[in-house]
């Protein structure tokens, strides 16, 4: 039973700019609208961090990390919180998560999508010769 489902992240250069999205199919509206709701991030060998929550009040926090490239927002008819990021650097690399949270009851998760922020590399080519 998905409680919190995220989409979304996937590769993209320094830089770029990505768009999550996460629904909460299995939440009606009054939960969703008083519940806290947000982002964690948790890049390989770092501790899982805050990225940017909306409270049932209405307050956004953000990252010192993320302020001014990334909007949280969300959709309280749809029961969807977004996460708009842009001017993306390679810190960013991660699984992001998005949470819910309302007061008395059990935070809920999602199974998280990855970001990845790389230039790439092209290597030196190789020579493929197809001959009678």
């Known amino acids: 039973q998905v409680q919190v489902a995220e989409s979304g992240g996937g590769s993209v250069q320094p830089g770029g700019s990505l768009r999550l999205s996460c629904k909460n199919p299995?939440?009606?509206?009054?939960?969703?609208?008083?519940?806290?709701v947000g982002w964690y991030r948790q890049a390989p060998g770092n501790e899982r961090e805050l990225v940017a929550n909306?409270?049932?009040?209405?307050?956004?926090n953000y990252a010192d990390s993320v302020k001014g490239r990334f909007t949280i927002s969300k959709d309280n008819g749809k029961k969807m919180v977004f996460l708009q990021m842009h001017n993306l650097n390679p810190e960013a690399t991660a699984v992001y998560y998005c949470?819910?949270?309302?007061?008395?009851?059990?935070?809920?998760?999602?199974?998280?999508?990855?970001?990845?922020?790389?230039?790439?590399?092209w290597g030196q080519g190789t020579q493929v010769t197809v001959s009678s």
């Open positions: 299995r939440t009606i509206f009054s939960v969703f609208t008083s519940s806290d």
């Open positions: 909306i409270t049932s009040s209405g307050i956004i």
């Open positions: 949470t819910r949270k309302q007061p008395g009851a059990p935070q809920y998760w999602g199974q998280r999508t990855r970001v990845t922020v790389s230039s790439g590399s």
